[in-house]
């Protein structure tokens, strides 16, 4: 009897690993551009995300700046969650179409729609990708991204990896 239950408890234990397994990717991060010595540098409207990546370098960006003219420094912009609704005000659809670096909304389910239409606002939009983590769209190229989370699992494993393909997709936008 005691042996039975051992025997259970193992394979309890052995289906939990491999559940927890199947629930997080485990990715490289990004190593960083081929260019010796340089960092990404991204311009940040919100809260600084938890990544794994020590080459990326956060900048502050206000909406205000975005409207005046941003700095050539910046690689791209990230717009997390708590402004989204104020990044689709429809003066900044302009900014988006015309620039010279992607903009990646992180968190939205509404992809680039709210953004890119001056006409829509964010409450306007219905949820278009359930599984979406983030948006990237370029405006210079019209270029849009969606990244998920791997089995639609949301933690930090899952979470880090979805930044590590951004930042591969901005490196590449530069080669």
């Given at each position: 009897m005691m042996k039975n239950a051992m025997v259970l408890f193992c394979i309890c234990l052995m289906l939990m690993?491999?559940?927890s397994n199947a629930d997080s990717v485990d990715t490289p991060p990004y190593e960083g551009p081929p260019f010796e010595g340089r960092s990404l540098v991204i311009g940040l409207i919100g809260e600084t995300p938890n990544?794994?990546?020590?080459?990326?370098d956060f900048e502050e960006v206000t909406f205000k700046q975005l409207e005046e003219g941003l700095s050539s420094d910046l690689d791209a912009i990230f717009i997390t969650k708590e402004f989204l609704v104020e990044a689709s005000?429809?003066?900044?659809?302009?900014v988006y179409h015309h620039?010279?670096?992607?903009?990646?909304?992180?968190e939205s389910k509404k992809s680039h729609v709210p953004f890119t239409i001056e006409e829509l606002s964010y409450a306007d939009v219905p949820d278009l990708s359930?599984?979406?983590?983030?948006?990237?769209?370029?405006?210079?190229e019209s270029h849009y991204w969606e990244y998920g989370?791997?089995?639609?699992?949301?933690?930090?494993s899952n979470i880090q990896d979805v930044y590590s393909r951004?930042?591969?997709?901005?490196e590449s936008l530069q080669l």
């Open positions: 690993v491999c559940k990544i794994r990546e020590e080459n990326i005000n429809p003066q900044y659809a302009k620039s010279d670096i992607p903009f990646f909304y992180i359930a599984y979406a983590y983030a948006t990237g769209y370029y405006g210079e989370l791997y089995n639609d699992v949301r933690n930090e951004i930042f591969t997709t901005i």
